[in-house]
């Protein structure tokens, strides 16, 4: 009787030692491949740094679906991770008071029986730091890709959606970003709805920097939009030394000069290359925008006449092969999970430099039927039906990003004597800075009608939307984080999908499998249980 006290007040006691060290040390552990349970260092780090109750509202509740269940418990089960770093405190919202902000999205499914069912949801969650508050969209959305792709994609994003909310949130003030003028670049009225999108991670500025390498020098990146007109040696200088100070630059250039107007007007266009004086500065940063056209048979089509008699016209929608659907990388966080992205008259971009130590990585590029065509050319609009066999070429690439200590075009070059600055000269860069390379303007330029901006990447004849936006961006995410948290779009979570047609075939013996295994392991704990009790109190 003695052995058993202490048996059991040693047990006792390991229990409560075990409670007393668990409410000391935090310890966790994820078994899983895909890491799924796991924060990344950067967002420890954010929620370590927080000091005040960080409050959610998640507003994704009602008659799920199977698909959206697991995004809701998922959700739960991040932000559970998250509190053991920081005090949050989430809670389901009242749906009867769903901010007017917040836009649904309407669910059609086919039940059982087979009729149609309808369900309204909000995959959102608002997030309240102190006086601030930021929407969280829980959903992401890629055109092509199945619900179950899209659902598996939203969970993978969803640390970097919290994360990036929260630390909009908890930053002193706004960074700020610039549009550069003065080289015939876009109009404020053709970037309006990139501006828009920037507008809550951004303070967005347009201007001139003059010649003055320091005014730039708040800016946390620059964006170069299109320019129609050549820079200057005085222009690139300001330019060049931004980032050897480790400024971030997007440049939107296109490769050739065309006019739109003769192309609606007449039905072709000549196009030549288009000279910005830029190709030195880009070749010793480790790119090239080549002076030519891709074509894609991946592409958007155009509405054209095909009736043989002009007094009876027959529009009708053709594959217009200047406007390639680009495909997006898989590698970079910039275009991980985004859909495809539409362009026209764009060029290719070459990596150059060789081993210069910079990391190059394609963002953009076209499909596996693709060529390239020289300037100077004239493209037509009658050219209706291209020869596949022309189009041996694949995925030439469109966008490119750089990152690394680039080496100043201005290197063995005195400085431009337009230039007043007290900075002194850099030929090299002080720490690393990044850039990306786009070779068409199409991208970034939105459509306007009736005075009002389209959205960016929206094709007004197909009434596709595309990903140019979130693709601009990520991109000026990417530009700017200094935390590491732009990496997390690079989580990956397995997609483990049932076989729907065995699923339903044997649905008996899994209805009967999953009921009856819980309950035999019940009963087996019990009769290991039975048979300890009656070692230990059997004389």
């Known amino acids: 009787m003695r052995k058993q006290t202490i048996y059991i007040l040693s047990l006792l006691a390991a229990v409560l030692l ?21 924060l990344s260092d950067a967002t420890r780090r954010l929620l370590r740094d927080t000091d005040r109750p960080v409050e959610v509202t998640l507003w994704l509740d009602g008659e799920l679906n199977s698909g959206f269940r697991r995004l809701r418990t998922a959700t739960e089960e991040l932000l559970d991770e998250m509190d053991v770093y920081a005090d949050i405190r989430y809670r389901t919202g009242n749906m009867d008071s769903v901010p007017q902000r917040l836009a649904p999205i309407v669910i059609h499914e086919r039940s059982r029986r087979g009729r149609t069912e309808q369900t309204t949801v909000y995959p959102y969650a608002t997030v309240r730091y102190g006086a601030n508050m930021a929407v969280v969209g829980l959903l992401r959305n890629t055109r092509g890709l199945s ?8 969970i993978e994003n969803l640390e970097y959606a919290f994360a990036e909310a929260l630390h909009a949130l908890c930053q002193p003030s706004v ?26 991670h951004f303070r967005v500025d347009r201007g001139n920097p003059g010649y003055d390498p320091q005014a730039l020098s708040d800016y946390s990146a620059l964006i170069i939009a299109a320019p129609a007109e050549p820079f200057s040696d005085a222009d690139k200088y300001v330019i060049d030394q931004y980032i050897m100070r480790g400024g971030r630059v997007l440049w939107v250039l296109d490769g050739v000069r065309f006019s739109r107007d003769v192309l609606s007007s007449d039905g072709f266009t000549p196009v030549i290359p288009l000279e910005l004086n830029l190709t030195d500065m880009l070749f010793r940063y480790g790119a090239r925008v080549a002076p030519a056209l891709v074509q894609d048979l991946q592409c958007l089509p155009v509405p054209a006449d095909v009736s043989s008699d002009p007094s009876h016209p027959n529009y009708q929608p053709v594959p217009w092969t200047y406007a390639p659907l680009l495909l997006t990388s898989q590698v970079s966080p910039v275009t991980r999970n985004l859909g495809q ?26 499909s596996s039927a693709s060529r390239v065509t020289g300037t100077p050319a004239q493209v037509d609009l009658g050219e209706l039906n291209p020869d596949p066999a022309l189009f041996r070429y694949q995925f030439i690439p469109v966008a490119m990003s750089l990152e690394g200590r680039f080496t100043s075009a201005f290197r063995h070059l005195g400085r431009p004597d337009s230039i007043r600055t007290a900075l002194p000269q850099l030929t090299e ?16 330029r939105n459509d306007v009608q009736q005075g009002q901006p389209l959205p960016v990447g929206y094709d007004r004849y197909s009434g596709m939307q595309f990903s140019n936006r979130d693709f601009l961006v990520n991109s000026l995410l990417w530009l700017t984080d200094t ?26 013996a899994i209805q009967a499998v999953s009921i009856l295994t819980p309950l035999l392991l019940l009963s087996l704990t019990g009769l290991i249980v039975l048979l300890v009790r009656r070692r230990l109190y059997t004389r």
């Open 18 to 38: 075990a409670n007393v060290l668990a409410r000391c040390f935090v310890v966790r552990l994820d078994l899983t491949d895909d890491r799924r349970y796991s």
């Open 147 to 154: 619900g179950e792709q899209n659902l598996n994609n939203s």
């Open 175 to 200: 960074p700020r970003i610039a549009f550069l003028e003065g080289h015939g670049e876009l109009p404020e009225r053709y970037v309006a709805d990139l501006t828009d999108a920037l507008s809550p």
């Open 341 to 366: 992205v539409s362009c026209n008259f764009a060029s290719p971009v070459e990596a150059v430099g060789g081993d210069d130590g910079i990391d190059k990585q394609i963002l953009l590029a076209t």
């Open 429 to 444: 860069c002080e720490q690393p800075a990044r850039q990306i390379i786009i070779a068409t303007g199409s991208i970034i």
């Open 483 to 508: 935390d590491g948290l732009i990496s997390l779009r690079q989580k990956t979570v397995a997609l483990r999908l049932l076989n729907d047609e065995r699923a339903h075939r044997h649905i008996t």
